[in-house]
């Protein structure tokens, strides 16, 4: 009989107004995969959150038990839950050995003993996994810094562990079989929760869900009873708001012709695969597959400007230029937007408005960016619920899907002949997604030319025009 490794009984919790968790509970045996499903601020980052021990203020209810042990120290939670997360592998020059020894305070300033190498070696062994214990981190496979974590969990005696990944730089097979190598580990011996916002990671991963909605659980199946993402709607956002998904018209192919090309990148170079010649059609959607995480950030940062490429080109209304600077590339309205929902994206202390008009200052007439502000502060007032005026709200108070659909209306005020966009799935969840979707076909549809740089195909197959592999 399977052991209860988690269980969380009437829990409630309230952080801030909008943030709190009521009458939450659910239980994880061991051998299991749970995958946390919600929107931004349902609860699942709070709950991951205070499992954690990252929240220290609040006021709570109820009782949470690892391993049968009712927890009364917030300190057992740091034990007996281990977090999985990309910052973990950041140190890449220490072995394995050193890695996993890293939170011991007997092997401080020993991590070069012989028992150190022995006792790692071990753990692998017991595990039946063959890797080189005293191979840096950087020579490793993203799969195999992931295997490395969750043995590191087993090592420091963890009964948890929540996985807070996008497995950045892992292909879907890869992700499919990491998977199955995490189950044959955790069998018998520790459970898992999985909080990404990836439909594929949580279904790649997961045994089973429970879905969160407006801090309460709306659900608790198998996996396999999910069989569509307009299901999960139903969850997330209540059967009344679903979203209509719109159909997405086949664009009928067509050669191409010379002056429809708005954006060509010449002789950019490729890690490992030389040089490359890119052009980008007016109106399309152009998307650009790279698995490796620093050559995909390299990529994007070349096409939009950001850094100097030894011989690349980039032509423009029929002018070549050599290393052109992100501003020049903006003032010609090619633009780029690197973390899309992030306060990276807008100036905080200003306000909404002040925002949305910054890029176009100079480019659009007043009364069209009244109209077109207008729409956007009503549609943010609407999703905030506040009788307040836009005009008082800062952009620092907005949350992740205001925020991402700020800085989009804000380019498409702008009008620009060539938007870049950087991983922009990163932060959605499944609202963010839709409305990153809905933006993206109104840009190619006023002509704008799309140009997205992602790891993976997911959410992007039915928007794209092009997908390319690099």
């Known amino acids: 009989m399977k052991k209860e490794l988690l269980r969380i009984n009437h829990l409630n919790y309230i952080y801030t107004r909008t943030r709190k968790l009521e009458n939450v509970s659910f239980c994880i045996l061991e051998g299991e995969c749970m995958g946390f499903l919600g929107l931004t601020y349902s609860g699942k980052d709070l709950l991951t959150g205070l499992l954690c021990g990252e929240l220290t203020e609040g006021k709570g209810s109820g009782s949470i038990y690892i391993g049968g042990q009712k927890v009364n120290d917030w300190e057992i939670l740091g034990e007996k839950i281990y977090r999985m997360r990309p910052e973990n592998y950041m140190i890449e020059e220490w072995t394995v050995a050193e890695y996993m020894c890293l939170v011991d305070a007997r092997w401080v300033g020993v991590f070069f003993r012989r028992e150190v190498l022995e006792e790692a070696g071990d753990c692998f062994a017991e595990l039946d996994l063959d890797l080189d214990v005293s191979t840096r981190m950087r020579h490793l496979s993203e799969m195999e810094k992931r295997i490395v974590d969750v043995v590191k969990a087993y090592r420091r005696g963890a009964k948890i562990i929540i996985i807070e990944d996008e497995f950045d730089g892992m292909s879907q097979m890869e992700i499919q079989k990491f998977g199955r190598v995490l189950h044959r580990l955790i069998l018998g011996r520790m459970s898992v929760i999985v909080n990404s916002n990836s439909n594929f990671i ?269």
């Open 202 to 470: 949580l279904s790649a991963l997961s045994d089973k869900y429970v879905i969160f909605n407006h801090g309460h659980i709306v659900k608790k199946c198998a996996r396999e009873y999910i069989w569509s993402e307009e299901q999960l709607e139903l969850y997330f956002l209540g059967e009344s708001t679903v979203s209509v998904r719109e159909n997405i018209e086949n664009r009928q192919e067509a050669s191409v012709r010379e002056e429809d090309i708005v954006y060509r990148v010449r002789n950019m170079k490729l890690r490992k695969c030389g040089r490359e010649n890119l052009n980008f059609i007016k109106g399309e959607v152009v998307t650009l597959i790279v698995l490796d995480r620093r050559e995909k950030e390299r990529l994007f940062m070349i096409l939009s400007g950001r850094i100097k490429s030894e011989g690349t080109h980039y032509i423009l209304n029929g002018k070549c230029y050599e290393n052109i600077e992100c501003n020049e590339l903006s003032r010609k309205k090619v633009v780029s937007v690197r973390a899309l929902g992030s306060r990276e994206e807008v100036f905080e202390h200003m306000t909404v408005d002040e925002n949305l008009m910054l890029p176009s200052l100079e480019k659009i007439s007043f009364w069209d960016y009244i109209r077109s502000s207008g729409g956007i502060r009503k549609m943010m007032m609407e999703d905030m619920g506040e009788e307040s005026s836009a005009k008082e709200v800062k952009a620092g108070e907005l949350r992740v899907n205001e925020c991402i659909r700020m800085t989009l209306e804000r380019w498409y005020i702008f009008n620009p002949m060539v938007l870049i966009l950087f991983e922009p799935f990163a932060l959605c969840d499944v609202n963010g997604v839709d409305i990153v979707k809905k933006y993206v076909k109104k840009f190619a549809s006023k002509g704008t030319t799309v140009i997205i740089v992602n790891t993976r195909e997911e959410y992007i197959e039915n928007i794209s025009d092009r997908i390319i592999y690099i």
